[in-house]
């Protein structure tokens, strides 16, 4: 069974800082390339970050661009996102996808092959 569990989420303050982890089971976790991904109350899914399977080569949206990092050890099955200087506008569900980006920020059910259950961030004073 495919599973992508995500933790680390919780409340911060703004300009405050979150790390969440994903861990893949179930896969081959170092063959895919990942995402995180988002939702914010009454939004659709926005992509955040992507990182390649060889854990070289990342994007960015620019809502998040030099706040946020994304990484991975695929020795530990685990993808990472440090997020620096959040702001109440990063209040959303978070999820761990795998599968490549194709561009754009909208994302779909379908544009990814697994998604994890997601972890809440919210951020307010």
């Known amino acids: 069974e495919v599973q992508l569990v995500e933790s680390g989420g919780g409340l911060a303050h703004p300009g405050g800082s979150l790390t969440l982890s994903c861990v893949g089971s179930?896969?081959?976790?170092?063959?895919?390339?990942m995402s995180w991904v988002r939702q914010a109350p009454g939004k659709g899914v926005e992509w955040v970050a992507a990182?390649?399977?060889?854990?070289?080569?990342?994007d960015y949206a620019d809502s998040v661009k030099e706040r946020f990092t994304i990484s991975r050890n695929n020795s530990k099955k685990t993808l990472y996102l440090q997020m620096n200087s959040l702001n109440p506008e990063d209040t959303a569900t978070y999820y761990c996808?795998?599968?490549?980006?194709?561009?754009?920020?909208?994302?779909?059910?379908?544009?990814?092959?697994?998604w994890g259950q997601g972890t809440q961030v919210n951020v307010s004073s």
């Open positions: 179930g896969f081959t976790f170092a063959s895919y390339d």
């Open positions: 990182i390649k399977s060889n854990g070289r080569d990342t």
């Open positions: 996808v795998a599968g490549p980006h194709r561009g754009g920020v909208a994302v779909s059910q379908a544009d990814f092959i697994y």
